[in-house]
């Protein structure tokens, strides 16, 4: 499409902003066109890898377009400089009209099921390339050992750095030993297409409907992994989360959901590992640059909530409380400088 302003000069305008919603891997841009505001989805540089990922994205959403009509419109794709332009989408971030601690939308639940059962219609022939070495198809100990391996990876690759920050929070010498022997237990389901970063900060509500953003971690795998990083992250109140659970059970086809009320919780804990393990050092960089008071309180109550979730799975006894997760983050923090 003629785009006015052009992509590059849109490009060149939102790195010299200064303003943007970034997450860990891309910062969104709004910028205005003749034709109505879009995003310029700009990658941040030196970012630290902490997820598995298989496709661009770009490709994922061109890919589910036919099946799913709430993913944003790519509107251009330039590899030198890398960026891209979705198109703006109308609404609220989830987040800001429904933090946590907040009743989200009734609609919510049944745009998430509808979403899920969407996905699941995507055929792989649809979708970009399979990597040579992906878990065959119903593989899923495969695939969670793949899942476990990068979530070690990262383990390894910041042990040593954070590792007086580690100890302090109670992470193990081996945080994923709980998780691993369990991989062996889970039942064959048939591989869909996944999206594995459905939380309040990706969804955009907007008169009763529900759009997806945000698709850099997109998989082919084991559906019932995308319902639990959903419920994993979204930390919703326990008859929301039932109500999700329970549409998913009822609307996904019976071949992925075979044996999902007993390998779900495999799942989650995996999740609060991983999130334990890349948010300590996500959040203590995040914590010394925030911009007030109010903002290191939630990201400290947030840490705080992950790392006693993950203490749970590894039997560490006894929850932190956020002033002394505040105080281990300073102390840890000088020692360091």
């Known amino acids: 499409m003629i785009m006015t302003p052009d992509p590059l000069t849109l490009y060149r305008t939102a790195r010299e902003s200064g303003i943007s919603a970034s997450g860990f891997y891309n910062d969104n841009v709004r910028s205005e066109t003749d034709d109505g505001p879009v995003i310029v989805r700009i990658p941040i540089h030196g970012a630290d890898g902490m997820d598995l990922r298989m496709w661009p994205e770009q490709e994922v959403i061109r890919a589910v377009a036919p099946w799913v009509s709430v993913a944003p419109d790519v509107l251009h794709v330039s590899h030198h400089p890398a960026f891209q332009i979705h198109r703006f989408i109308t609404g609220d971030v989830l987040d800001a009209v429904a933090p946590r601690g907040e009743p989200v939308p009734a609609h919510l639940a049944g745009d998430v099921v509808r979403f899920f059962r969407d996905m699941s ?24 050992a793949l899942l476990s391996a990068v979530t070690d990876d990262v383990w390894r690759r910041f042990r040593e750095p954070y ?14 030993d709980r998780v691993e022997a369990d991989w062996a237990t889970m039942t064959g389901r048939p591989f869909r297409a996944l999206h594995c970063d459905i939380h309040r900060k990706n969804l955009i509500v907007a008169a009763g409907r529900t759009y997806f953003l945000d698709w850099e971690l997109a998989l082919w795998g084991d559906p019932l992994y995308d319902l639990a990083v959903h419920l994993h992250k979204m930390d919703y109140f326990p008859d929301e989360a039932e109500a999700v659970r329970g549409g998913w059970i009822a609307a996904m086809p019976a071949d992925t959901r075979a044996q999902a009320l007993a390998d779900l919780p495999v799942y989650i804990r ?11 050092v996500r959040y203590s960089k995040l914590i010394p640059t925030a911009v007030d008071a109010l903002v290191e309180r939630r990201l400290v109550a947030s840490l705080t909530t992950k790392i006693n979730r993950a203490r ?26």
């Not at 399979?130 to 969670?144: E, M, Q, S, V």
């Not at 997760?325 to 923090?333: E, H, K, N, P, S």
Request: net charge negative.
């Open 270 to 280: 995996h999740e609060r590992v991983k999130s334990a393990l890349v948010d300590t």
């Open 312 to 337: 749970a799975v590894w039997g560490v006894g006894g929850l932190l409380e956020g002033a002394e997760v505040r105080r281990i983050l300073g102390t840890c923090r000088s020692a360091a400088n």
């Open 121 to 144: 219609r995507v055929p792989v022939e649809a979708l970009p390339a399979l990597p040579a070495d992906w878990p065959k198809d119903g593989d899923t100990a495969g695939f969670g």
């Open 163 to 176: 590792a007086s920050l580690y100890a302090a929070l109670g992470v193990p010498a081996d945080p994923l």
